[in-house]
T-cell receptor
Framework: KAGVTQTPRYLIKTRGQQVTLSCSPI?????VSWYQQTPGQGLQFLFE???????NKGNFPGRFSGRQFSNSRSEMNVSTLELGDSALYLC?????????????FGEGSRLTVL | GESVGLHLPTLSVQEGDNSIINCAYS??????FIWYKQESGKGPQFIID?????DKRQGQRVTVLLNKTVKHLSLQIAATQPGDSAVYFC??????????FGKGTHLIIQP
């Protein structure tokens, strides 16, 4: 069974631009969560989608948004990029909603903002 | 309140010894705890979990202990191997708020 797939793996953007990251969950998983990982702040929860609905949202500004499609694939978007948005963005999928089961993580999309 | 934290950023152990990685959490309402392992260049990988109605759970070479009285979680790895070298994160679940991760302990295996 294929794991969680994230694209692109690496990307470089400049301040003010916007970026869209994609995540394909494990087949059959309906929950997709996004996390930001930085050396200073560690792993921080961004949001979770379940059956195309945002279930939970972390403490991030409105520049961070996401969506989930009917096939459970998810995208997250960051607008008006800032230097501090440079991070590894991790997607995780699960059978059930966040906090009730094992999360399967992808290898992440590493974003560098110049 | 304060998010889940770990006592040591780095832990160095001899190959073959047992490793103990500790974690403290602050929210007594948390009811689900998980340990993840993250190798360089990869996403976190689930190791073991435990619910608040238990105080111990064992897996293959790993044991998680939960002490709710002092809000402490630990991961024990038996007979540590070179492949165990990674950053280990504890995480707690507060239901609708998503998982809260600690900052991680880098486990270094000495030959």
């Amino acid at each position: 069974k294929a794991g969680v797939t994230q694209t692109p793996r690496y990307l470089i953007k400049t301040r003010g631009q916007q970026v869209t990251l994609s995540c394909s969950p494990i087949s059959g998983h309906r929950s997709v969560s996004w996390y930001q990982q930085t050396p200073g702040q560690g792993l921080q929860f961004l949001f979770e989608y379940f059956s195309e609905t945002q279930r939970n949202k972390g403490n991030f500004p409105g520049r961070f948004s996401g969506r989930q499609f009917s096939n459970s694939r998810s995208e997250m978007n960051v607008s008006t990029l800032e230097l501090g948005d440079s991070a590894l963005y991790l997607c995780a999928s699960s059978w059930t909603s966040e906090g009730t089961g094992e999360l399967f993580f992808g290898e992440g999309s590493r974003l560098t903002v110049l | 309140g304060e998010s889940v934290g770990l006592h040591l950023p780095t832990l160095s152990v001899q190959e073959g010894d047992n490793s103990i990685i500790n974690c403290a959490y602050s929210n007594s309402a948390s009811d689900y705890f998980i340990w993840y392992k993250q190798e360089s260049g990869k996403g976190p990988q689930f190791i073991i979990d435990i619910r608040s109605n238990m105080d111990k759970r064992q897996g293959q070479r790993v044991t998680v202990l939960l002490n709710k009285t002092v809000k402490h979680l630990s991961l024990q790895i038996a007979a540590t191997q070179p492949g165990d070298s990674a950053v280990y994160f504890c995480a707690e679940s507060r239901g609708a708020d998503g998982l809260t991760f600690g900052k991680g302990t880098h486990l270094i295996i000495q030959p």
